[in-house]
């Protein structure tokens, strides 16, 4: 939906990359799918030099979170269909950051074992998935709508 206003190429594409930052950021979360099935690596080869900037400079997530939110969410230059989409990956990017904190939690009390893995499997598919769907939503225009998600996203987005 194109209800805030229409969109252009360039704010189509600068709103589809803003899930690079969430693909990038639930990488670890697909190391048994990944390592069972490895065709699955393709969707990250076109990634792989942001993804090693990423995992070798520290705090570059944090760095990254606070440029997205500042620069672009808070910034009423921008259109609403971009601060939109990136607010809505910046969303994602925290949810996997309290992903970070839970697993490993779960992980040592459990161990590794089928439902770790299953939970890992989830957040990773679950947020590949959103990504994609939401990736082309953009491209084509349109808000991409997941919810309870986007209407936080709503609520943060003037």
């Known amino acids: 939906m194109t209800w805030r206003g229409s969109t252009d190429v360039k704010d189509r594409i600068f709103a589809a990359l803003a899930y690079i930052?969430?693909?990038?950021?639930?990488?670890?979360?697909?190391?048994?799918?990944?390592?069972?099935?490895?065709?699955?690596?393709?969707?990250?080869?076109?990634?792989?030099?942001?993804i090693s900037i990423y995992y070798r400079l520290p705090l570059a997530g944090l760095i990254i979170f606070f440029v997205l939110f500042l620069a672009v969410v808070r910034n009423p230059r921008i259109s609403h269909f971009v601060r939109f989409n990136t607010m809505?990956?910046?969303?994602?990017?925290?949810?996997?950051?309290?992903?970070?904190?839970?697993?490993?939690?779960?992980?040592?009390?459990?161990?590794?074992?089928?439902?770790?893995?299953?939970?890992?499997n989830v957040v990773f598919l679950g947020i590949l998935a959103a990504c994609g769907y939401s990736m082309i939503q953009s491209l084509m225009g349109r808000y991409a709508e997941i919810p309870s998600l986007s209407q936080a996203v709503y609520s943060q987005v003037p």
């Open 21 to 50: 930052l969430p693909l990038i950021v639930v990488l670890p979360f697909g190391q048994f799918l990944l390592r069972q099935f490895p065709i699955l690596g393709i969707i990250y080869l076109p990634l792989q030099p942001l």
């Open 88 to 120: 809505q990956a910046i969303l994602l990017d925290i949810l996997l950051v309290l992903g970070f904190l839970l697993l490993p939690i779960l992980r040592q009390a459990l161990g590794v074992n089928l439902l770790t893995e299953t939970l890992y």
